[in-house]
C-alpha cells in the first residue's frame, strides 16, 4: 500500500514540508513557522515530523524553498522528479479552513521520502490526503506509539524575506530607472505632439483660407454658367426663330415649285388640246376644201 501510493505522497510531503506563503489583504507575503520533532518511540531515528501553522485557506508553494527543505529533510540533493513537482505550479487547501496547527509524519524511504499522513492535534482529529486509507493508517499507528510529539521551533526563514525584499528593492529601483526614462519619452512625445498640433492648426487655417477662395471661385463660377445659360437660350431661341422662317421658305419654295409643276402641267395639256383642235380644224379645212371641190365639180357637171 505504502509503495502504490508513493508519488502521491511524494505530492504531499512537497508542498506541506516547504516554507508556505499567504498574502494578505495589502498584498504584502508573510511566512508562516515551522516546527521539527522527533517520536523517540520510533525504531528508526531519522522518522520525523513537521508542524505547519497555516495561517488562511490556500498558499501558494516557492519552489527554491520547498528544494531547500527537501535538502534539509533528505540530507541530499532532490531528484529531477522532486524538482519538477517542488515548483509554485501547485495550490494547497487548508480543509477546516481555520488557523490550526497541523502536523505532518515524514519516513524516508528510498531515494524519496513518503507521507503517510496529517494529524490536527489540537483537537485530536485527521485531516484526510487524498487517500482515506493513508489517513486511516498512520491514525492507528501513531495511537499505538502514544502520540509522543515533541515541538522544537527551527526558524522562521526571515532571511528568505530579507533577500526577498532586495530583490523587490532592487526591482523598484530599475522600475523607476524606467519610469524616468519613460517620463522623458513622454515629455518628449507631449513636445513633438504640440508642434504637429500647431502645425495642425495652421494647415487647418490655410484649409480655412482656401475654402474662402474655393467658395468665391464656385460662385463666380455659378454666375459665369448662369450668364452662359442666358445667352444659350437666347441664341437657342434666334436659331429656332430663324429655322422656322426657314422652314416657311421652304414650305412656299416647295409650293411654288408644286404650283409652277402644275402649271407646266396645265400648259402641256392646253398645248396638247391646242394641237388637237388645230389638227381637227385642219382636217375641216380640208374637209371644206374638199366639199368645195366637189361643188365646183357638180356645178361644172351641171353647167355642161
Not at 500500500?1 to 495589502?26: D, G, P, R, W
Not at 519552489?63 to 540533493?77: D, E, M, V
Not at 521520502?113 to 489517513?135: C, F, H, N, R
Request: glycine share 4%.
Amino acid at each position: 500500500m505504502l509503495s502504490s501510493n508513493k508519488s502521491l505522497s511524494l505530492l504531499f510531503i512537497f508542498i506541506l514540508t516547504t516554507i508556505v506563503y499567504s498574502t494578505n489583504a495589502e498584498g504584502v507575503q508573510k511566512c508562516c513557522s515551522v516546527y521539527y520533532a522527533e517520536i523517540a518511540e520510533m525504531p528508526n531515528p531519522s522518522n520525523q515530523v513537521y508542524a505547519v501553522s497555516i495561517p488562511s485557506a490556500s498558499y501558494k508553494i516557492s519552489s527554491k524553498i520547498a528544494q531547500r527543505n527537501l535538502r534539509r529533510i533528505s540530507g541530499k540533493r532532490p531528484t529531477r522528479e522532486q524538482t519538477m513537482l517542488s515548483t509554485d505550479r501547485f495550490f494547497w487547501s487548508n480543509p477546516m479552513n481555520d488557523t490550526s496547527t497541523i502536523y505532518l509524519l515524514v519516513l524516508p524511504e528510498g531515494d524519496g521520502t513518503v507521507i503517510y499522513g496529517v494529524l490536527k492535534t489540537d483537537q485530536q482529529e485527521w485531516v484526510e490526503p487524498e487517500s482515506g486509507s493513508q489517513a486511516l493508517f498512520f491514525a492507528n499507528y501513531l495511537k499505538e506509539l502514544g502520540e509522543s510529539i515533541y515541538h522544537i521551533v527551527i526558524e522562521d526563514e526571515l532571511s528568505d524575506l530579507k533577500k526577498e525584499r532586495r530583490k523587490l528593492q532592487s526591482k523598484i529601483k530599475r522600475n523607476n530607472r524606467q519610469i524616468k526614462k519613460q517620463r522623458k519619452r513622454i515629455t518628449r512625445y507631449n513636445n513633438e505632439i504640440s508642434q504637429i498640433r500647431e502645425e495642425i492648426s495652421m494647415l487647418q487655417t490655410e484649409q480655412g483660407e482656401l475654402s474662402s477662395d474655393i467658395t468665391q471661385k464656385r460662385l463666380e463660377l455659378e454666375r459665369l454658367k448662369g450668364e452662359d445659360r442666358k445667352a444659350y437660350r437666347a441664341l437657342k431661341k434666334e436659331k429656332n426663330k430663324k429655322q422656322k422662317s426657314l422652314n416657311k421658305k421652304k414650305k412656299a419654295e416647295e409650293k411654288l415649285h408644286k404650283d409652277i409643276l402644275d402649271q407646266r402641267e396645265k400648259i402641256d395639256r392646253a398645248e396638247t388640246e391646242i394641237r388637237r383642235i388645230q389638227d381637227e380644224r385642219r382636217e375641216t379645212e380640208t374637209d371644206i376644201e374638199n366639199l368645195r371641190n366637189s361643188r365646183r365639180q357638180l356645178r361644172g357637171k351641171l353647167n355642161e
